[in-house]
């Protein structure tokens, strides 16, 4: 065994087994069982998911499912194993595995691994471009906690958020600049996951600032530096530098909400109603806190809002595919793992 040899785990937010109400329920009990996902008194969480979410969302979940499901598996899972394999390739030296947050592989498979390869320290690598505790504060603190087992504490590193990484942000500019001449869009629509609004008022050390005024989030600055909605705001105004968008012809979105809380805005769908109302008849969406497509990515903006928005008047909706394990991605992302194995190199 190599001294101080590193491998890296690399984690999703997670995937059913199949795309059967069974499956996609116990998927949902899983995530939605995170105090982190649903952050409200336990008991009300309980009764949240055993008397209303299960019994209704699972059947629609997995139908959505069946409607993106490929012979490969889940696409996250197969995206996911790609980039894994790409990884290995790219740095043979280091040992990967691919683990989800919620459902399979799991974190402490993915984990075990690693020492089972003779790996003495670990880098662990969320997905999330942008950071939320839900996402990335959640994935974390599990990997730490699984990683007890066969790691020292000190021996476990963290890859950062990496939404204004030059590497990523090249790589989202490459998936997106050829879909902008082939589909001449009239209005590019960058929609991001949302969050519920007290989320990210958890993230203000201020206790005062957040979400008070409109344009809180419109420079990314020490104050705000762990909010969620003004680093993916930082990406987009980023992404349309780069892409030589226009003012005015490309916008900030937020999707998949979830219950009758204040979730941050504005929400996709709305957006993509107004543009259909404007007349603006073909558009461009991007979803820059995804870096593997998903059901989100797909059924949700791919699908139904596409349906949708042709059903208001529009021509066309494209969604542009996520990185996934594009070759700039790939480098990108090795990159981020070099970087992060030498901070911790001794």
């Known amino acids: 065994m190599a001294a101080g040899r590193t491998g890296a785990l ?28 649903l952050d409200m008194h336990p008991l009300a969480r309980f ?12 059947p629609r979940s997995a139908a959505a499912y069946r ?9 996250l899972l197969v995206h996911g194993l ?10 043979p030296d280091m040992p990967f595995e691919l683990a989800m947050r919620y459902g399979a592989p799991r974190l402490e498979h993915g984990l075990a ?3 089972a390869a003779g790996c003495e320290r670990v880098v662990v690598f969320p997905l999330y471009p942008q950071h939320a505790e839900s996402t990335s504060g959640s994935a974390e603190a599990a990997a730490r906690r699984h990683a007890r087992a066969y790691f020292e504490d000190e021996a476990v590193s963290l890859v950062p958020p990496f939404f204004a990484d030059a590497g990523f942000l090249a790589a989202c500019a490459a998936a997106v600049g050829p879909a902008l001449e082939r589909f001449s869009p009239d209005h590019v629509l960058f929609s991001c996951h ?43 105004r980023a992404l349309a530098l780069r892409l030589g968008l226009a003012p005015g012809s490309h916008g900030t979105s937020f999707q998949s909400r979830l219950g009758r809380a204040r979730w941050i805005g504005p929400a996709t769908s709305e957006a993509l109603a107004a543009l259909a109302a404007r007349g603006q008849k073909r558009v461009l969406v991007f979803c820059p806190s995804f870096t593997a497509d998903c059901l989100e990515t797909l059924e949700e903006i791919g699908v139904r809002e596409a349906e949708r928005f042709r059903a208001r008047g529009g021509e066309a909706l494209e969604l542009v595919p996520a990185l996934n394990s594009r070759p700039e ?15 911790r190199s001794p």
């Open 47 to 58: 009764l949240l998911l055993r008397l209303v979410i299960l019994p209704l969302r699972s």
């Open 329 to 343: 991605w790939v480098e990108a992302a090795a990159h981020l793992l070099l970087r992060a194995r030498a901070e």
């Open 67 to 75: 409607r993106i499901w490929t012979a490969e598996g889940s696409p």
């Open 10 to 37: 690399l984690v999703h937010l997670g995937t059913p087994a199949a795309p059967t109400r069974a499956a996609v329920c116990s998927y949902l009990r899983e995530f939605l069982s995170d105090p982190r996902v």
């Open 113 to 115: 691994a690693l020492a």
């Open 82 to 91: 790609a980039l894994r394999d790409r990884l290995r390739e790219r740095l």
């Open 194 to 236: 949302g969050l519920p609004e007290r989320q990210v008022r958890a993230a203000d050390p201020t206790r005062g600032r957040c979400l008070v005024a409109p344009d809180c989030c419109a420079e990314l600055g020490t104050e705000n530096s762990r909010c969620y909605r003004a680093q993916c705001l930082a990406t987009t």
